[in-house]
């Protein structure tokens, strides 16, 4: 029994709901204008100018456009288009950029990829699928993080969609042009293992892969890899400005504009994995990704292996293995400078348009005219062959050839006169072009001239407002400093206020002297100096007097001293511990004794004789 190919037969209306429109919404694909388009009643993609199909379940597994180059390579060697890989397989694809950029820190390696997986066909021998028509597994041989895929996802191929293809100027960053009625066949390619330098170049990634997954405590799981990477909101199918080695956390330039929140995290895992509602959802991974906060450590290698891109858009077609059950030989690079376009093949439809009616099988190919010009309808009667010599039949294949000819070459002469007036037309049309390219390149000189001048202008604003800028900026320097000086000068003040009224207070509390101010300034500053000028110049006036009256009294008291020079040295020679008086009295007494004693002396004398 031969096998089914479902074809065309397999697009249909597009169905996607109302929860999946919000689940997009939650993860910020749609966030950006135009970025989706929904389909409304076509059975049949027909995406619009600058948009490419693509499915729910896709970008919800990593991709977004434009796409990564290791993706676009791995659909040029292939030969498959967007469309052909299931759900299962761009999850394979995401966790392998992920792992190599963020736990290995290199590129995508193709070497590694080689080394891993291989494509197979899906679906049973008497189906054969066009829509996810081609699974990405892991070779039995390998032994790889256990990704926990669901056994199938359901539905995903209505759920079908139109996404924005942003145009970075570089064509291995788009997404191939989309081709519905593409038939798949498998290559080569698909079973393509890593050559014997590949395998020795990759030593150290398996090997770290190995150690990723076995380190006690420290286990790397497929199930983690996904959970980072929509942790991060990073699209690892999508081409970015920066490696995931790069990731700069929030602020990070190739980030979705929202955050999940943990419940809705943990309900994306579960519905693109195997897990249930029991399995624990890991919250972060046991290893420590790279990333800005962890960068590479230094000598880090740098091994770049990217599988082949096409060039200029046109590569030759891969070998095509026409039965999918022999046994595929070693894949061997083909040149990619031919003119055919990689995993396209000859007879496919237009990629805009549905795929042309196949013709009954039982219709019969027109056959060519025999050498004697005549069909097998217009054989001549074996009865007449006996028949006398007729010119006539002799000539009669000659005639219907003139007439042929002759027919050739009316519909050639009129062929020629529409081939004149066409080309008069053109010509006309070429006349035109012509005149509005003169036009058009007037307007661009003009332009031109326009867009230097207004340079010119932008350029001198430009200057005078980093002109403007620094005379600002000086400005707040000086009113900042201005405002510290006045802050200093009024803390000076205030110190320089407490001093002089603490001055003047003591002065007063010493001379019991308080003065009013005839003619107050109103300053406190120059108030409290004035009530000092006024303390000082009594306590000069008492100084003087002091000093007078001292000096007066300094021989007195000590007669045999000379004055001190000083009225500070003279005012201490009075302030000594001992009383003064009572020695100016005991001297005094001495020195009556001395006088008085010679005449007590005497009189006693006198008296008694």
Known sequence: ???????????????????????????????????????????????????????????????????????????????????????NSILHI???????????????????????????RNGSPNVAYNIGGVVISVRPTVDYFDVKLPDSVQGWRKKWLYIQEENHGCAEDNIPPFDGAEKIFRRRSWDAEATEEERASTETLMARIHELQNTRGKELSGIQITAYFLRTRVQ?????????????????????????????????VRKISSLNKKDVVPSSCRVTPFSAANPLPENH????????????????????????????????????????????????ASAQSPPPAVSPKGKRKRKDVEDSGTSKAEEVDPSRQKAAYDPYLESLPMIKELIRIGSQFIGYREYASRTEEKLAEANKRADALAQKLEQSEAARKKAELVASEAKAEADE??????????????????????????????????????????????????????????????????????????????????VANASAGLSTLFPYFFPKKEEPPTFLALAKSFNSSEDLGLKMRQENMKLLSRVLLPWSLTANNLLIG
């Open 236 to 268: 690892p199918l999508q081409a970015r400005k920066h490696p995931l080695w790069k990731y700069a956390g929030d602020k990070d330039v190739d980030r979705l504009p929202v955050n999940l929140e943990v419940k809705d995290l943990e309900k994306l």
């Open 301 to 348: 290698p740098d091994l770049v292996s990217l599988p082949p891109l096409p060039e200029g858009g046109e590569v030759e077609e891969r070998a095509i293995v026409t039965d999918d059950n022999q046994e595929a030989p070693s894949f061997v690079n083909d040149p990619v400078d031919s003119r055919k376009s990689a995993g396209s093949s000859e007879g496919t």
């Open 1 to 87: 029994m031969a096998a089914v190919d479902l074809g065309t037969a397999e697009w249909e209306r597009s169905k996607i709901s109302a929860q999946d429109i919000n689940m997009l919404r939650k993860l910020g694909i749609s966030k950006k204008p135009q970025a989706l388009r929904f389909p409304s009643e076509e059975s049949y993609p027909t995406p619009p100018m600058g948009y490419r199909v693509s499915f729910v379940d896709h970008l919800i597994r990593g991709l977004s456009a434009p796409i990564h180059p290791f993706l676009r390579g791995l659909l040029f060697v292939y030969g498959l288009q967007l469309h052909h890989l299931t759900p």
């Open 94 to 120: 995401s966790i392998f950029i992920t792992l190599c950029e963020a736990f290995l820190g290199v590129q995508p390696n193709w070497a590694l990829w080689k080394r891993i997986f291989f494509c197979r």
């Open 461 to 542: 604003a430009k200057a005078k407002a980093a002109s403007v800028e620094e005379l600002q900026k000086r400005l707040e320097d000086d009113e900042s400093a201005l405002t510290e000086h006045k802050a200093a000068q009024a803390a000076r003040e205030q110190g320089i206020l407490k001093r002089l009224k603490s001055q003047s207070r003591r002065t007063q509390n010493q001379t019991n002297q308080e003065f009013d101010l005839e003619n107050p300034d109103n300053d406190p500053l120059l108030d409290a100096l004035s009530y000092l000028e006024l303390h000082g110049s009594e306590i000069r006036e008492g």
